[in-house]
């Protein structure tokens, strides 16, 4: 099954929008926790309460080889009928993104990956070409620098544009394989509300709710497509680290529920 | 010895701008040899050739776990005068970016790294507060599709210019740690000479000769500081698979003495 219909299986049984974010830090995970033992309890705690998973590869690169080996566990330990996203904001030339593609894809048996725009769509095609996989193009990020060179206003196809439309227009017209989504961070709601309203159809993987600030009603309604659905809001840290005691996995399921029934509660549906 | 003060001793030592790309593609390599063992041969055979090594980090991402593990010991088996650049284009928000600076520069031990300013430049600056450290920001790639975002025109500080001049603008002014790079490819030799021009100080990482296609004499002209340095000229394919034969340590260092001369005859030095 192609990674954007199981995300809309995960969507309607779990009645969630809601991805956990795996980002282990261990500066603010419970004393005493191995990765991949943390993260095993997270997913306990959490698998029918979301619509996907999304670890960042940051945080287990940082603890080099053995931190892959947790990763790639992680990713096999997951529930198979929720899908994962590679949150590995990847960006590389030819025979590299080709590397890229084949260790997020096949080494860690990821569903989807997020990718990097600024080296231009031949770097992005290696991805796409894996028809069944989802592929989220970052296009206005969440944090605060992200206005720095996104927000530039652009000549494209003889029309003036943020950088980041120009971006979200490109994608558009690469889509032929139905397999591209955009990230979008819910703390610029404005640029959310043009992007949904200029692509009806392009899924979007919201980031910066919660700990960044973002403000999740205008999230859930400006990013939401007309179904109610088409988004994907991402909370790492809220969920997480809830709880560094011994009732972290409690405290995650808690807040977990609390935010995906906040969601719910801003759809139109 | 900060990368830069590193790479200046290695370039006057070795009288070389050339830095050979430690990219092992399984499908190129010759058969029966493991990635550490192929890495091994073509340092023992080139490192009195070289300024720099640059491992990509997605051949070793490929391999998972144990391609970290190779990428590692191929670090600590590189002479400690010659210094390593990590070239994993990596760009991510707030803790993320800190938690790739830790994995490059701690847990992988290079000396420096390629960074993608897409996220703008706090996602750039966890890399830069390693102060000894060298941090290439990508901003004219040598791909094909580098023209696709790379080249818009874009307003900024009330001028119009390539968006890539707009990424190198601002990349001198945060340079307060004097450990800023640019990234330029060789296959765009008028945009490297505009480059050279607008920032006579910055060094860039020139890939792109050899397989891309990249003019080498051009690219030396325009790259060049008024020292005649300045730059370091990436090979990978050309010197890594010279010969898939048994003789492929032999080929890579007649192709890196070769690369390395045709380099130094056009200095004005």
């Given at each position: ?67 892959w080996e947790?990763l790639k566990h992680?990713i ?32 860690l ?161």
């Amino acid at each position: 099954m192609s990674f954007f219909s199981q995300l809309n299986e995960a969507i309607k049984s779990n009645h969630s929008l809601l991805c956990v974010g795996l980002d282990p830090d261990p500066t603010l995970m419970p004393t005493g926790i191995g990765i991949l033992d943390f993260n095993k309890s997270i997913i306990d705690a959490t698998k029918d309460l979301v619509c996907a998973y999304k670890p960042n590869l940051a945080f287990y690169e940082a603890e080099g080889a053995r931190g892959w080996e947790a990763l790639k566990h992680t990713i096999a330990y997951i529930p198979k009928h929720i899908p994962v996203i590679a949150d590995a904001k990847r960006g590389d030339i030819g025979n590299t993104a080709r590397a890229y593609a084949k260790a997020v894809f096949e080494e860690l048996g990821a569903g989807a990956v997020t990718v990097n725009p600024y080296l231009g769509f031949d770097t992005i095609e290696p991805f796409l070409d894996y028809g069944d996989k989802g592929v989220f193009i970052l296009c206005r990020t969440s944090n605060k620098g992200s206005a720095d060179f996104q927000s530039l206003t652009v000549e494209f196809n003889g029309r003036q544009m943020p950088l980041y439309q120009a971006v979200a227009e490109r994608a558009d017209k690469e889509n032929r394989n139905g397999n591209i989504g955009m990230v979008i961070g819910a703390t610029c709601p404005e640029e959310l509300n043009a992007m949904r309203q200029a692509h009806p159809d392009l899924p979007f993987l919201i980031p910066g709710v919660g700990a960044q600030g973002g403000d999740l009603r205008l999230a859930v309604e400006y990013g939401a497509d007309q179904r109610g659905a088409g988004i994907i809001i991402n909370s790492s840290r809220q969920i997480l680290y809830a709880s560094r005691g011994a009732d972290f996995a409690q405290a995650a399921r808690s807040a977990a529920l609390e935010l995906r029934d906040a969601i719910n509660a801003c759809r139109r549906i």
